[in-house]
């Protein structure tokens, strides 16, 4: 049987990617897409899911758009530096000929999850307020979903956005802490592992030449993304592979090597968007989530490769 997955995601380049990428995997059941602010505004990222899922035709599968801002902080810097004002590196694509669905990305993540007991995968790749928001609708989320993996969060790498912050976490610390204190079967896919996963610029040419919707795409928004990389880390036309390595764990979860450690998310100060790991248990009662801390990047890479390539 296909697992059954709703991405919840802000596309976003990599975002794209990994979608692309999940549309085109014959285990996976891609049963809706909910957008959140965070690479782009809220109405860009709803935009970008719907050009998402109608590029190759999967124009069925619903989007669900959701929030605009973080439970508690408005967004204070939103990606477009990375992923272009449109989120989709600046290429100013076309309209979507659809529409998202009339409820919100919190009520169709609360619905799909009390239908299908234990049988949906939540797949996170943007801030974690439409996340936290479809909790505090329906606690039970807790019991029925079947896994939450989320791209976000740092135990050992430093940060991305800040010196201590990962951007998906920095962008709504208030949801994230809903989620890592739920007791939620999480699973983490976070710098730690994500910076370890380089696509090299001639990996980007392969997939760019994939002669398919998705390779023509990618072609057009990567450069914006590579040139981030580049002034940011000084890459030279390589990236690092956030969202399409939380794919990957989906997919082959034997990739990653994982840690059980309960994280706390700092929500204040110079740490805002710090996810804690207490190792030693010395912050309080928390149940532990999978951290991923180490991971098989040529076995990550090659996956996403064959479909995108396929
Ligand atoms: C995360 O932040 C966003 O820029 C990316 O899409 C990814 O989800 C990386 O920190
Ligand atoms: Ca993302």
Not at 75 to 82: D, I, K, P, S
Not at 201 to 216: E, S, V
Not at 224 to 233: E, F, G, N, P, S
Not at 263 to 276: A, D, L, W
Request: aromatic share 4%.
């Amino acid at each position: 049987m296909r697992k059954k997955v709703i991405v919840d995601t802000d596309p976003g380049v990599d975002d794209a990617m990994m979608i692309l990428a999940a549309l085109r995997s014959p285990e996976l059941e891609v049963i809706g897409l909910t957008s959140i602010f965070g690479n782009a505004s809220g109405y860009a990222t709803a935009q970008n899911a719907l050009r998402l899922v109608e590029l190759e035709g999967n124009d069925n599968i619903p989007v669900a758009r959701g929030s605009d801002r973080g439970l508690v902080v408005e967004a204070q810097m939103l990606g477009t530096m990375v992923h272009g004002e449109d989120g989709m590196g600046n290429t100013n694509p076309p309209l979507p000929k659809g529409k998202w669905l009339d409820i919100s990305a919190a009520q169709f993540i609360a619905q799909k999850v009390l239908d299908n007991p234990r049988q949906v995968t939540l797949l996170a790749v943007g801030p974690l307020t439409n996340v936290a928001l479809a909790l505090r609708l329906e606690p039970r989320i807790v019991e029925l979903v079947e896994q939450v993996v989320i791209m976000g969060g740092s135990i050992g790498a430093g940060g991305n956005i800040s010196p201590v912050a990962e951007a998906n976490i920095f962008h709504d610390p208030h949801a994230a802490e809903i989620v890592f204190s739920a007791g939620l079967p999480l699973v983490m896919v976070g710098l730690d592992v994500t910076l370890k996963v380089i696509q090299t610029r001639q990996y980007l040419d392969k997939i760019k030449a994939a002669n398919n919707p998705a390779g023509h795409l990618l072609r057009s928004i990567l450069p914006c993304y590579q040139r981030y990389h580049d002034q940011a880390y000084g890459m030279g036309g390589d990236i690092h592979t956030h969202d399409p390595s939380a794919l990957a764990y989906v997919l082959d979860p034997e990739l990653f090597k994982v840690e059980e450690v309960p994280v706390y998310v700092e929500t204040s100060g110079y740490g805002f968007g710090q996810t804690i790991a207490d190792r030693r248990r010395q912050l309080g009662q928390r149940p532990p989530v999978s951290v991923c801390v180490e991971v098989d990047a040529p076995g990550v890479l090659a996956l996403i490769e064959e479909r995108l390539t396929r």
